[in-house]
């Protein structure tokens, strides 16, 4: 590897890590804007046009608190915890391509951290990696409330991770790819796997709101039933990050889905917009824009996402903890492994069926 | 020295410091937790034998899965006191004679290996990869293949049933 292409992954990582820390940030400011639409209110408008500053103020603030360990906690794994769940929320955006390639003096540049052929199997990993902050953190609290909330996020992680798993699968044997970037190139123009797999994709996004803690899968951080949940006893930053990497997982959720099951940076008509611009800018030039509005509509698509879960946050109540569990077992896993079956018999008997009669 | 070989040294010296500190620590958490991170660095030599499919079930299986349910266990008993009088001189001379003859074995069984010598034109540095682990598993090995996956899938039933509530006992 020469020091150019170094340099060029560095910085692609870089900005893949400055834009989600970003995006993380405005989501605080979005979700309670959307609330106070949801409610009639206007939300947060002092700070800044619109109340803009606002997520720079709460960090100010954060920072600014007393940084508090309780005299009976285990100091190191409380100080681990917060910094685990940052560190797991924000390891899966290295895979996600974010658009196809730059092209620069000649140089194609993939708009991904890295282009890996287990892509879907690292996020995976990273996704089962995440309960560890909330559980060491919980634990090291030393209060029987973080516990049981760190306890209840573990079992419900461990048990919503199955059925994603297995609605991934049918994702895979239709692309025969484990790579995120091959899978959005076979959804080229408007071939997009929600058509394929409708069944898939509620399975996945019920997933991943359990997966990302969210309302209506929010029991960990119960109010009624256990004050605070697992971050009873954080304060000051500490407690900042457990929920940005809240927010942080809410992105990279939304990005996931986008790309797995919406076509990530494809559109209809991304064909004729290509030549079109090619011709009339050149082939870089034109190649670069229309690169860019590939990107501009996958964020367009994650941020959409990132919408929807808010929009659920303040419209559904939360599961009790007897259905959370019954939905996750008893339900989602059957339904995913009948999708596998109607997927591999689609593939086997279906596809050259209608291959055949198209051509 | 390559950057391989010292990423390699590097790699083995943590592997081993944790795996030590797995057995040093005095708090079962910090054990569990210095395991999960020898899990790490063991896929950590995964990825270096190009062997990524195994190092990314490595850490989903090992690390995501099981340790998550050891953490669990091991939260859910009171470990604040010391259980000293379970570690009695005798359970303490036992371990070390079991600890002693798994050396042993593995260490024999390693004098033992005769290792194939490195043969740079036939080696092909893809095996570890997906798709030729896949047509190995499904074509080569499609039998044990098949019958580990009963083996689990009857493990699963009996878990399953001895987890079942037994008719008439307590909901609680």
């Known amino acids: 590897m020469t020091l150019v292409e170094f340099l060029v992954k560095t910085a692609t990582i870089v900005a893949v890590f400055g834009l989600t820390l970003v995006i993380a940030m405005y989501s605080t400011w979005a979700e309670r804007k959307v609330a106070g639409f949801i409610q009639d209110r206007s939300g947060p408008n002092r700070a800044g046009w619109g109340g803009l500053l606002q997520p720079l103020a709460d960090a100010g603030k954060m920072f600014f ?133 409708p069944l898939g994709f509620i399975i996945f996004i019920t997933c991943s709101f359990a997966e990302c803690n969210r309302v209506p899968f929010d ?106 569990m019954n939905l996750g077992w008893k339900k989602l896993i059957p339904l995913a492994i009948f999708n596998i079956i109607i997927t591999g018999a689609a593939v086997l008997f279906l596809k050259p069926v209608i291959t055949a009669w198209l051509n | 020295m390559n950057s ?29 937790l210095y395991l999960i991170l020898t899990f790490f660095t063991l896929s950590g030599h995964y990825i270096l034998l190009n062997a990524q499919f195994l190092a990314a079930v490595n850490i989903i299986v090992y690390a995501g899965a099981i340790m998550v349910l050891f953490l669990f266990v ?13 570690k009695t001189n005798l359970t303490k001379i036992a371990a070390t004679i079991v600890g002693g003859t798994v050396f042993v074995i593995l260490f024999g069984a390693y004098r033992k290996t005769a290792i194939e010598p490195f043969n740079p034109q036939t080696y092909d540095s893809q095996i570890g990869m997906i798709e030729s682990l896949g047509h190995m598993l499904f074509r080569d090995y499609l039998l044990p293949f098949e019958l580990a996956s009963i083996l689990l899938l009857v493990a699963m039933v009996g878990a399953v049933l001895l987890g079942k509530r037994e008719i008439g006992e307590r909901h609680f």
């Open chain 1, 65 to 197: 608190k007393e940084d508090f360990i309780p005299a009976l906690a285990n100091k190191w794994l409380f100080i681990a915890g917060p910094s685990l769940a940052m560190l797991t929320a924000l390891l899966a955006s290295a895979v996600i391509p974010f658009g196809s390639t730059f092209r620069i003096a000649g140089h194609e540049v993939p708009l991904q951290g890295v282009e890996s052929n287990i892509g879907i199997l690292y996020v995976f990993g990273v996704v089962a990696l995440g309960v560890y902050g909330i559980m060491v953190g919980g634990w090291a609290s030393n209060n029987k409330f973080s516990l049981l909330g760190a306890i209840r996020a573990a079992s419900q992680n461990i048990s919503y991770e199955v059925a994603m798993g297995l609605s991934l699968i049918a994702i895979l044997m239709m692309s025969s790819s484990l790579s995120l970037g091959e899978i959005v190139a076979q959804q080229h123009g408007m071939n997009w796997n929600i058509f394929y797999q």
């Open chain 2, 4 to 32: 391989a070989v010292s990423f390699f040294y590097f790699l083995s010296f943590l592997t081993i410091l944790s795996a030590v500190m797995v057995v040093v620590s005095r708090n079962p958490i910090h054990s569990v």
């Open chain 2, 74 to 86: 091991i939260m859910f008993l009171n470990m604040k006191q010391d259980h000293e009088e379970s």
């Open chain 1, 219 to 324: 029991l960990p951080e119960c109010e009624t039933e256990l004050v605070g949940g697992y971050h009873t006893e954080y304060g000051s930053m500490k407690l900042g990050f457990y929920l940005f990497a809240e927010y942080i997982n809410m992105f990279i959720s939304s990005a996931i889905i986008s790309v797995l099951y919406f076509g990530g940076y494809n559109y209809p008509g991304m064909d004729f917009v290509y030549e079109q611009l090619v011709k009339s800018l050149g082939t870089e030039v034109g190649h670069n824009v229309a690169t860019l509005i590939g990107t501009a509509v996958f964020f367009g698509k994650a941020l959409f996402f990132v919408f929807f879960y808010m929009w659920v946050r303040w419209t559904i109540p939360r599961f009790r903890y007897d259905q959370l």
